[in-house]
């Protein structure tokens, strides 16, 4: 059973412009959403993360914009550089589990 | 930079051996887990660990084990190696309080051949 949803698969964005993926998911008793970014031969790192309580996070190039209601999270890169050409994942979790569920990963190519 | 370790980082071995995949961390962190990542991408939880002598399967059914003696190690095992068991394995490690970040280690790509 896939709990968190992510499109598109890959993403192909020129400098400057803004890149945008998208997360849907199943259990309302997740209550984190991680956005985790990899790049090729590393581990994913953590970007940023959002709780349930708020409908929008920001840092620097990178928002996480929270619907509750629509059981939806997305991640907008601003100004999408050549350097933010990576694979990108949602998550959520609970906190109760620790257990992170990711969705399938978007490869993104931010292209000069 | 994360202080998790994974050694090997590539294993090239014969169908039917021994193999450990070691995992190490120098945070403290009481939780780890192991992920399997496909070469499509999706990260597959498959052994998670709450503190010493806990171990948990995941949600992706593996042949593996694991096993948690020390806080700061989590080794993998695969007593048979199989081409099926071909993946890379990614270990992470997170503070035990609330949800907080993940950290993981470069990965291990196991071949069976």
């Known amino acids: 059973q896939q709990q968190v949803k992510q499109s598109p698969q890959s993403l192909i964005v020129q400098k400057g412009g803004i890149s945008i993926i998208n997360c849907a998911y199943e259990n309302t008793a997740f209550d984190y959403f991680p956005w985790y970014q990899q790049f090729p031969g590393k581990g994913p790192a953590l970007l940023i993360a959002i709780r349930p309580d708020v409908s929008e996070k920001k840092e620097g190039r990178f928002t996480i914009s929270f619907n509750k209601s629509a059981k939806q999270f997305s991640l907008h890169i601003m100004d999408s550089q050549p350097g933010d050409s990576a694979t990108y994942f949602c998550a959520g979790a609970m906190d109760s589990s620790y257990k992170l569920i990711f969705g399938s990963g978007t490869r993104l190519l931010v292209r000069p | 930079e994360a202080d998790i370790y994974q050694t090997p980082r590539y294993l090239v071995i014969g169908t039917g051996k021994k193999i450990t995949l070691e995992c190490s961390q120098t945070?403290?962190?009481?939780?780890m887990y192991w992920y399997q990542q496909d070469p499509g991408m999706e990260l597959h939880l498959i052994h998670y660990?709450?503190?010493?002598?806990?171990?948990e399967k995941g949600d992706l059914s593996s042949e593996s084990t694991v096993s948690r003696i020390r806080t700061e190690h989590f080794p993998l095992t695969l007593e048979s190696a199989r081409p099926s068991h071909t993946s890379q394995y990614l270990c992470a490690s997170s503070k035990g309080v609330m949800n907080t970040e993940a950290f993981f280690g470069q990965g291990t790509r196991l071949t069976v051949v």
């Open positions: 945070m403290g962190h009481d939780k």
């Open positions: 660990s709450y503190g010493v002598n806990s171990t």
